[in-house]
C-alpha cells in the first residue's frame, strides 16, 4: 500500500499549466484537476505534457461571496505520469510533482 507524505484533497478545479516543447516553443493545456497536496496535482486534461516534463501548473479557486480577488494555487513541478482515464478514453491525466505550491490572491499569475 502506499503511503503519501502530503494530504491530497480532492478538487475538481479549473487549471492551466505550460512547458517548453520542441525546438523551446512555449506549449500550454488546459484541464480539472482531480485532487491537489502542497507538492502535486493529478489534472485531467485532453492535451497532456509529455512525461518528465517541467511545467507551470495554476488552479483557480472558484469565486466566492467574501472573497473579492480569486484564489490561484500555483507552481513549478516534474510530470511524472501520464495515464488514460478509466472513465472517459478520450481523456487522459497527468501527475506532477514538485517543491512546493502557492497559494496567492489575485488575477493573474506573477
Do not use: N
Not at 484533497?9 to 493545456?29: C, N, V
Not at 478509466?86 to 512546493?100: I, L, T
Amino acid at each position: 500500500m502506499l503511503t503519501r507524505k502530503h494530504i491530497r484533497y480532492q478538487l475538481e478545479l479549473p487549471a492551466i499549466f505550460s512547458w517548453k516543447g520542441g525546438a523551446h516553443t512555449q506549449k500550454r493545456g488546459a484541464g480539472l484537476t482531480r485532487d491537489l497536496s502542497i507538492v502535486g496535482a493529478f489534472v485531467c486534461t485532453d492535451s497532456p505534457p509529455p512525461l518528465q516534463a517541467h511545467i507551470q501548473l495554476e488552479a483557480i479557486l472558484p469565486p466566492s461571496p467574501s472573497v473579492v480577488d480569486p484564489l490561484r494555487i500555483s507552481g513549478k513541478g516534474r510530470v511524472v505520469r501520464v495515464t488514460p482515464l478509466p472513465e472517459d478514453e478520450a481523456r487522459c491525466g497527468f501527475a506532477v510533482v514538485g517543491k512546493s505550491f502557492t497559494v496567492r490572491r489575485g488575477e493573474k499569475s506573477g
